[in-house]
């Protein structure tokens, strides 16, 4: 499950891995995946032009919007070669499942573990993560495959919050398992 990898986001500041890096290793994990029959999901956040569907709640650090986004801002990037049997979850918050139809798309094909990536990591993946966690999936997080906001956040979520969740592995890792 690739959290995120659109062309809005990429513009972002990100640590503290880099994001080709992140690209990479996503792709690498969707390549080698595709390959071995599993089931790709591709997650891109996104809503009306007004923002009408998006939260709007009261916070001490609200995100900050300077303008409406872009047409293509929520454009998944070229490079992750989406396919017609990928799965496709547009999300309107941070996690892929609240309001979306991702755990019934998982269910009726009896999935039960998710790979995990993407950015940000504190936000997106890490939402999804708990959400995932708590609907009973088995958790993989290519913690190479990722990265955050804030180096400091990051490092929360792989080494206190991930560990927790389910098994924390490099891409390198995880193409290996795939390939066993």
């Not at 300077?66 to 496709?88: C, H, K, N, Y």
């Not at 573990?113 to 936000?123: H, N, R, S, V, Y």
């Not at 190479?144 to 979520?157: I, K, L, P, V, Y």
Request: charge should be negative.
């Amino acid at each position: 499950m690739v959290i995120d990898l659109q062309k809005g986001i990429l513009g972002m500041p990100k640590t503290p891995i880099p994001t080709p890096v992140v690209i990479a290793n996503s792709v690498r994990l969707l390549t080698e995946g595709r390959r071995v029959g599993a089931q790709p999901v591709l997650v891109h956040v996104g809503g009306s032009a007004d923002g009408a569907d998006r939260l709007h709640t009261a916070s001490d650090q609200p995100m900050r919007t300077t303008a409406p986004p872009s047409p293509e801002w929520s454009d998944f990037i070229p490079e992750l070669d989406r396919q017609p049997g990928d799965i496709v979850i547009l999300k309107r918050q941070w996690g892929a499942f609240y309001g979306t139809d991702l755990d019934l798309q998982l269910r009726r094909r009896g999935l039960t573990t998710i790979i995990l990536c993407g950015i940000a990591t504190e936000f997106g993946v890490e939402s999804t993560a708990r959400d995932s966690y708590e609907h009973g999936y088995e958790l993989i997080f290519a913690v190479d495959a990722m990265t955050g906001r804030h180096a400091e956040s990051h490092a929360n979520s792989v080494e206190r919050i991930f560990p927790r969740m389910g098994r924390v592995r490099s891409t390198e890792e995880i193409v290996t398992a795939l390939q066993a």
